[in-house]
């Protein structure tokens, strides 16, 4: 169910060219049952769109995961980014309990105003394992940033409690040196 909902781009388009197929079929032949064909592969759309509404896959949450933090950065609300961090989160030494501390002390001197998420993409994942790889651009605006922020984040997540978890993170310039690691302000 999940290749399906992740995927239905790709129903669309099969769709798309199977009606049209049916469509040409139609126009050479001007039999009606072809056209009834493709209507009915058209009617097919509707129940892929309903099902891409209303089941997360895991991707879909690990985005809306990621989404969700923007917004508790963007809304200065600490306690409900770290809803969303693993038990055992690392970054640079720190444990969970560490960056929470710092990121609170961040997000106050910036006055971040803005977190925009682009080119979220899951680079990575298993169910089994539980364990998920995320890559995505983060661009931020704040008070104390005179400028947009921009950077490239990848995501580590582990599956915690039936829910993605943010296990390990990790910046990175996307203008240049593109493959060194680098540490944000205030982290």
Known sequence: MSWFVDNANVLYILFGLVAAGLVALWW???????????????????????????????????ERNVHAMATAVENGKVDDLFKHFARDFT??????????????????KNKVSEVRITQFQVEEISRA????????????????????YPFVTQADFVLEDNQWKLKAMRFYNPVVNQDQEMRLPGL
Do not use: C
Request: no cysteine; hydrophobic share 45%; proline share 3%.
């Open 129 to 148: 394992n539980k364990f998920a790889k995320t890559r995505f651009r983060v661009t931020a605006w704040g008070a104390g940033i005179d400028h947009p």
């Open 28 to 62: 050479l032949n001007k039999r009606t049952k072809y056209l009834v064909y493709a209507a009915g592969v058209l009617v097919l759309v509707g129940p892929v769109w309903l099902t891409t509404r209303f089941v997360v896959s895991d991707s879909k949450q690990l």
């Open 91 to 108: 970054y640079h030494g720190m444990n969970r309990d560490m960056l929470q501390h710092a990121a609170r002390a961040a997000i106050e």
